[in-house]
Nanobody, 126 residues
């Protein structure tokens, strides 16, 4: 069983930055594929970023590419999402997810993730 706890959400003005953190349990964290998703009211859950075990392979949709950066610190069982140049349309609940052990070939598909955090609210004001 893997537990994920997100932190770092909050209210920020458009153009600002936030860094989300996700602390994971599990002795084999370094092998997990970690992802971030978000869900705005009335919308479906949306892929935001993913990172493979080494940290060298990262993935983003066009909507956040160049503004968001995912990283991981395996020694601390933590994955981060640095969000820059935030826009009001980035407002959502952000979820951390783990594919543990990694089996899904499609990192952007929420169905491929086995464990989810409780979510953290990010609100971007205009």
């Amino acid at each position: 069983q893997v537990q994920l706890v997100e932190s770092g959400g909050g209210l920020v003005q458009a153009g600002g930055s936030l860094r989300l953190s996700c602390a994971a349990s599990g002795r084999t964290f370094s092998s997990y594929v970690m992802g971030w998703f978000r869900q705005a009211p009335g919308k479906e859950r949306e892929f935001v970023a993913a990172i493979r075990w080494s940290g060298l392979s990262t993935y983003y949709p066009d909507s956040v590419k160049g503004r968001f950066i995912i990283s991981r610190y395996n020694a601390k069982n933590t994955v981060y999402l640095q969000m820059n140049s935030l826009k009001p349309e980035d407002t959502a609940v952000y979820y951390c997810a783990a594919d543990a052990p990694p089996t899904s070939p499609v990192v952007a598909a929420s169905e491929g993730y086995d464990y989810w955090g409780q979510g953290t609210q990010v609100t971007v004001s205009s």
